[in-house]
């Protein structure tokens, strides 16, 4: 199967690989030429190192994990 992922922000990204992962075939489309350009790009808080005020422990474990496996995945 072919798949088509338009956009090379974070969640586009993400998806990608995902569907990389499963073996499945994917053109990622992008009007930029850089990936992370927009929104991704422009710190809305869904991926980042800074200060990060969670509200729970769980929270903070999440995000923290969260960070390591999405390192980890776009090294496909």
Do not use: P
């Amino acid at each position: 199967m072919k798949f088509a992922v338009i956009g090379a922000g974070f969640y586009g990204l993400h998806i990608a690989t995902r569907l990389k992962a499963l073996g499945l075939e994917v053109a990622i489309f992008e009007q930029e030429k850089d990936i992370l350009k927009f929104a991704s790009g422009n710190n809305q808080f869904r991926l980042h190192l800074g200060f990060h005020y969670a509200r729970n422990f769980r929270t903070r474990q999440q995000s923290r994990d969260g960070y390591h496996v999405f390192l980890r995945d776009m090294a496909i």
